[in-house]
């Protein structure tokens, strides 16, 4: 998902069974609209006329400069919302701290997990559609940068390569990178998600965090272009994305990727140069990092013990999960558990 879908909401426009099995889910239906008429108090109100989210959802949306939005997510849903939008020229930085959806338009990937950062880049319209689920609470950052930001900016960052090749990349087709959130943007999102207050010291707070992720996302287009993208054709996307669910779903059923590729009748070396391709990072990075954060939130969240999560992440010795664990979050697991 991208926060670009909840520029264009309108209106609520009924409900739907079958997305969700027994359950009812939302529908949310977003009209096309000048991106400087957005009303995000109206999407708030959409999401709260059918009892949708059982706590205040907060929506911010901060105008740092001409055509440079800060926008911040946070709520909970009490069934599955089914969204539909369209995107419009702009180029994003989307951070996903918490939530989960699935969604697939066009060969476009439109779901999204915990744990991710997507840069995006569009001059299309292009019509997406995906749900929401309602298992998880939904908190994301991201940094919507539109034309009217490169015309303000032009005397001063004109002529460099990277805000030159942002600018062309407004102009062209969609373009869609998946990076593994790493420490430093997901600090820079958890302190945009829990600032409070709307004074004039939490403005110019919220700025500097919305400059910091300006230049992670320059930094995504140093050289002077985009990071090449792989053309894959559908039935090879189709392909990864069904992989890709399925290490979410049970990241310690991926024993290994020539047994990953099997069940997916594909050789290892076809699949890893495809997802590579699809989502901009290495399959066997993806696997350890969906198992570290699996093995977090069981910890953390429901209290299990480290060997337990060890072994439910698919480790064979409890030992190897807390070396990982402590390399890449930078303290044992046992550190963050919130039950005796």
Request: with cysteine; net charge positive.
């Amino acid at each position: 998902m991208s926060l670009r879908d909840y520029l264009c909401v309108s209106k609520t426009i009924g409900r739907d069974a079958k997305t969700a099995g027994q359950h009812w889910s939302t529908w949310l239906h977003m009209d096309v609209q000048a991106y400087e008429q957005v009303d995000l108090i109206r999407f708030e109100a959409a999401l709260r006329s059918p009892r949708a989210v059982d706590t205040p959802a907060c929506i911010r949306n901060l105008q740092v400069q001409p055509g440079l939005n800060l926008l911040s997510t946070d709520l909970r849903l009490t069934r599955p919302a089914v969204v539909e939008a369209e995107t419009f020229p702009s180029v994003c930085l989307s951070v996903v701290l918490d939530g989960y959806a699935q969604g697939k338009t066009a060969g476009i990937d439109t779901g999204f997990r915990p744990g991710e950062f997507w840069i995006s880049s569009t001059n299309d319209r292009v019509s997406t559609r995906k749900v929401i689920l309602s298992a998880h609470p939904v908190r994301t950052v991201e940094l919507v940068v539109t034309p009217q930001w490169f015309e303000f900016a032009q005397t001063r960052f004109g002529g460099d390569p990277a805000f030159d090749a942002m600018g062309a990349a407004v102009e062209r087709a969609t373009v869609t990178r998946r990076r593994p959130l790493d420490a430093r943007l997901k600090q820079v999102a958890r302190s945009i998600q829990h600032s409070t207050g709307s004074g004039f010291a939490t403005a110019l707070y919220l700025e500097s965090r919305a400059l910091d992720l300006l230049a992670a996302l320059a930094a995504e287009f140093q050289g002077g272009g985009e990071r090449p993208a792989v053309d894959l054709k559908a039935p090879a996307l189709e392909r990864v994305v069904a992989v890709r669910e399925q290490i979410d779903r049970d990241p310690a059923v991926a024993t290994t990727i020539t047994a990953l590729a099997a069940a997916f009748a594909v050789s290892p070396s076809k699949l890893k140069q495809d997802f590579s391709a699809a989502f901009g990072v290495g399959l066997g990075r993806y696997i350890h990092e969906r198992r570290l954060q699996f093995g977090r939130e069981l910890v953390e969240d429901h209290g299990v013990t480290v060997s337990e999560a060890a072994y439910r992440c698919g480790y064979g010795q409890p030992a190897n999960f807390t070396t990982a664990f402590k390399r890449r979050f930078g303290r044992p697991p046992s550190a963050g558990r919130r039950f005796s």
